[in-house]
């Protein structure tokens, strides 16, 4: 539970230093945010991956879901267009999170492949 909040934080640390960045270019003083938000988003991220979560998985996560709320929060306070087309691209971008989590589950609940043996383990007990 711990990871998936600290990857929240990430997501909204990189949400927030995004949208700082477009209204810093009327707001100069906004940069402070947009640096923050950034450097606080790759802390978290990095704390995440030291809770255990893959590297894969929560950097998907982290890249999609920064990207859906983006558009969406952009066109909220910023007015920026959100037509039809961008909002099937947010739902398949959910839909590949889903996707990527889903797998990680799977992957965690398989049990462990045996491994092949060597050439060389193999080549010890053939006669010459």
Same mark, same amino acid.
């Given at each position: 539970?711990?990871? *998936?909040?600290?990857?929240?934080?990430? &997501?909204?640390?990189?949400?927030?230093?995004?949208?700082?960045?477009r209204?810093?270019?009327?707001?100069?003083?906004?940069? %402070?945010?947009?640096?923050?938000?950034?450097?606080?988003?790759?802390?978290?991220?990095? #704390?995440? #991956?030291?809770? !255990?979560?893959?590297?894969?998985?929560?950097?998907?996560? *982290?890249g999609?879901?920064?990207?859906?709320?983006?558009? &969406?929060?952009?066109?909220?306070?910023? !007015?920026?267009?959100?037509? !039809?087309?961008?909002?099937?691209?947010?739902?398949? %971008?959910? !839909?590949?999170? #889903?996707?990527?989590?889903?797998?990680?589950?799977?992957?965690?609940?398989? /049990? /462990?492949?045996?491994?092949? /043996?060597?050439?060389?383990?193999?080549?010890?007990?053939?006669?010459?």
């Amino acid at each position: 539970m711990r990871k *998936w909040l600290l990857l929240s934080t990430a &997501i909204l640390l990189e949400v927030t230093a995004t949208l700082s960045l477009r209204g810093a270019l009327d707001h100069p003083a906004f940069y %402070v945010l947009v640096a923050l938000g950034y450097v606080g988003s790759l802390t978290v991220l990095a #704390l995440v #991956l030291r809770a !255990g979560l893959a590297l894969g998985v929560a950097y998907g996560i *982290w890249g999609a879901s920064g990207v859906a709320l983006t558009a &969406i929060l952009a066109a909220l306070f910023f !007015g920026d267009p959100l037509t !039809g087309v961008m909002g099937i691209g947010i739902a398949l %971008v959910i !839909g590949g999170v #889903l996707c990527v989590e889903l797998g990680a589950q799977s992957a965690r609940s398989a /049990p /462990p492949a045996q491994s092949a /043996p060597s050439p060389r383990s193999r080549d010890e007990g053939a006669p010459s």
